[in-house]
């Protein structure tokens, strides 16, 4: 499976602010997904990101929130815009398997508590 | 619209006792349920997945079970650090994206 790497790990950030969570594979995947997991929930799919298209956005998350980029096949940023309390959570990037599988693979996370 | 429930919501166990986590599910068209294990500030960590009612996949002290409406994770001879949060996920015909219950985590005492 692939090794999935995310930058920051962690992030305290002030209301209003902006921050922009990097996830980088070590292999050529051609769909990238960024998931959220609030406190005490399971995880929730924010979008879908190909390379050389626009991120397809989950019903509930818009693109003026959430910008996402996926400039080649082993990158991918998310920001997350005008933060806000309720957007403290954990941040989670995947990539499918290999070989036309549906599993997911994740990488470690990166943690947001906005103040 | 796809839904999956997970129970019980925590469970402690004793090294050495022998239990079961439970995953039920109701989608439109199963592409694939999957079980995975989080440890705390780490992400998901991909356990197994199951295609078809009557499979049955397994990895030293786990075995995972599929039916047409539920999916059962054992666990036999449990021990400490098999404590984590286990999540099961399903994959439907519509779209990309796992759709996740909310977990069962689960405590190993010595």
């Known amino acids: 499976s692939a090794v999935i790497s995310q930058k920051p790990s962690r992030d305290i950030c002030q209301r209003g602010t902006s921050l922009t969570i990097q996830c980088q594979v070590d292999?050529?995947?051609?769909?990238m997904f960024w998931y959220r997991q609030q406190p005490g929930q399971s995880l929730t799919l924010i979008a879908t990101?190909?390379?050389?298209?626009?991120?397809?956005?989950e019903s509930g998350f818009v693109i003026d929130k959430f910008p996402i980029s996926r400039p080649n096949l082993t990158f991918s940023t998310l920001t997350v815009s005008n933060m806000s309390p309720e957007d403290s959570s954990i941040y989670l990037c995947?990539?499918?398997?290999?070989?036309?599988?549906?599993?997911?693979?994740f990488g470690p996370g990166t943690r947001l508590t906005v103040t | 619209e796809d839904q999956v429930t997970q129970s019980p919501e925590a469970l402690r166990l004793q090294e050495g006792e022998s239990s079961s986590l439970n995953c039920s599910y109701t989608v439109s068209g199963l592409r694939g349920l999957f079980w995975y294990r989080q440890d705390p500030g780490k992400g998901p960590e991909f356990l197994f997945t199951l295609y078809s009612a009557g499979e049955e996949k397994e990895k030293e002290r786990l075995k995972a079970t599929l039916t047409k409406k539920e999916s059962f994770l054992h666990i036999t001879a449990p021990k400490p650090e098999d404590s984590a949060t286990y999540l099961c996920a399903v994959h439907s015909n519509s779209g990309y994206a796992l759709n996740f219950g909310k977990g069962t985590s689960l405590l190993v005492t010595p």
């Open positions: 292999s050529q995947v051609t769909m």
């Open positions: 990101a190909n390379q050389g298209s626009e991120a397809t956005y």
């Open positions: 995947s990539v499918t398997g290999q070989g036309g599988k549906y599993e997911q693979y």
